[in-house]
């Protein structure tokens, strides 16, 4: 069973025990990102698998949102791309560990160019699509954080 690390035990938000599940938007507001970037990052990121109840309605486990918040800081903090971040998780297994980072090739800004190469020389038409849906989810998201910045 995976265990919750100290520090996410002690958070109490909405008068919720740290233990209990979150909605989405709960987990969008936590996080200040849109509830269709948390829709989006669940279909990039296989360890992100909430529980869906009738109607299709989310509900975050703890380790969710722990998972949510390295993938946000990696995203708009650290410089990294989807595929860098996927690539991160992987090869780092349960934990996304900063130190481990450097040595993730796509990541960062300069990975940037090779990644989207790489993306438009592996089926163009969908592969493309699939990177410029990526890249307008991605750029609303920065969006917002600058309208909530200024």
Known sequence: MNEIPADAVAIRRGGKSAGAFRTISEVADELAVPQHVLRFWESKFARLKPLKRGGGRRY?????VILLRQIKSLLYND???????????????????????????GGGAKGQQDEAETAMDVAPDTQLSDVIKAAVVELEALRDLLKRRH
Not at 60 to 64: G, N, S, W
């Open 60 to 64: 975050y486990r703890p380790e969710d």
């Open 79 to 105: 410089g990294y791309t989807i595929k860098g971040v996927q690539k991160l998780l992987r090869e780092s297994g349960q934990k996304a560990e900063k130190p481990a980072l450097a040595a993730v090739p």
